[in-house]
């Protein structure tokens, strides 16, 4: 590796490096002010609604947005606009959430009056615990730094990583405190993988296709190797009196085969009586485990009565994206 490669891998640790002293100091900040950040926001009856400025902004927004993900209604408005008509969002049961590293921002000198007036309860996410922002707050979290990783030391570099790492640690802890679970997170992100494994029930996955899917304890060998290969799932039930009693797969018949079988006996007699299944309500991550842990690859899918509603395989679970 030549010499420039090198100083290009020199420069980014070092910028590295120095943003990750800066935010190992955020550990020190998380105290009394803090506490009472995350009662105010925790016991908040209506909105969170987030501000701030340049890059602050940007973080803002970031921030608001992993609080509306882990279960507290949240917003970002940008000051400006709050000045021209978008202060009318925010209600008298909501808090906010003003962040502005030197905390002297023009359009906050504005705000915090007008915030008081209505009652609004304002935490500030500020590197100036002597500001006006800092002041006026109800909780101020501090998250000052010694330097930007920026080698001008102009570029909003540590102090952002700093205001991010504090609004996470802000909405985690809430999240904790309002006991949002694994079931709501999955609700408000149902497109995502977790709301696939904890919202798809097996009846979800099904095809509409039953033929295949079984033959009758009376059924030749013959019949229940032409519905194993119509299946394609390498596994059918085998149904006496409308339940099932028993099930047929690809390692049976190799097994019966190798006891010299005649393919036209029945195949009860080869069947395995001692099955696992699902039930058709059953989250798909229950029937995935079952398979997973009985080394096999499908399941017979029953209702009521041990009824039969399908065969449901590994493979549609994967499709429906859980693995």
């Known amino acids: 590796m030549n010499n420039e490669s090198e100083n290009i891998k020199k420069l980014g640790i070092t910028f590295l490096r120095d943003e990750l002293i800066e935010a190992n100091h955020m550990l020190e ?11 105010i926001l925790s016991t908040t009856k209506g909105k969170v609604v987030v501000m701030g400025i340049g890059k602050s902004g940007h973080i ?4 608001a947005a992993t609080f509306a993900s882990t279960g507290t209604q949240a ?23 003003l962040i502005s590293y030197s905390g002297e921002a ?33 909780a101020a979290l501090n998250v000052a730094i010694n330097q930007e990783a920026c080698p001008l030391g102009l570029a909003p570099t540590s102090s952002a990583l700093c205001t991010l790492m504090m609004g996470d640690a802000l909405a985690l802890t809430v999240m904790s405190q309002i006991g949002f679970n694994q079931n709501d997170f ?8 977790l709301g696939a494994k904890l919202l798809t029930t097996v009846i979800d996955v099904l095809d509409n296709q039953i033929e295949g899917t079984h033959c009758f304890t009376y059924s030749s060998l013959l019949d229940a190797v032409d519905c194993l290969c119509l299946s394609g799932k390498g596994l059918i039930a085998i149904i006496d009196d409308n339940q099932v009693v028993g099930v047929f797969s690809d ?4 097994r019966a085969i190798a006891n010299k ?45 041990h009824h039969l509603i399908g065969i449901v395989s590994v493979a549609q679970i994967h499709a429906a994206g859980i693995r």
Not at 186 to 193: D, I, L, W
Not at 283 to 300: E, F, G, K, Q, V
């Open 29 to 39: 900040r998380i105290d009394d002010e803090f506490v009472n950040a995350c009662r």
């Open 60 to 63: 803002g927004k970031k921030i």
């Open 75 to 97: 917003f970002f408005i940008h000051p400006t606009e709050a000045l021209h008509g978008d202060l009318g969002m925010v209600g008298k049961d909501d808090s906010t959430l």
């Open 106 to 138: 023009n359009e906050f000198r504005i705000l915090l009056p007008l915030l008081a007036a209505q009652g609004n309860k304002v935490i500030s996410i500020t590197g100036n615990k002597n500001s006006t922002l800092s002041i006026s707050s109800d």
């Open 186 to 193: 999955a609700r408000s992100h149902p497109a995502g993988s």
């Open 251 to 254: 390692g049976d018949f190799r």
């Open 261 to 305: 079988a005649d393919l036209n006996e029945n195949v009860d007699q080869y069947m395995s009586k001692n099955f696992h299944y699902i039930d058709a309500n059953a989250m798909c991550t229950h029937a995935l485990d079952s398979m997973n842990t009985n080394h096999i690859t499908a399941l017979p899918v029953l209702h009521q009565n």
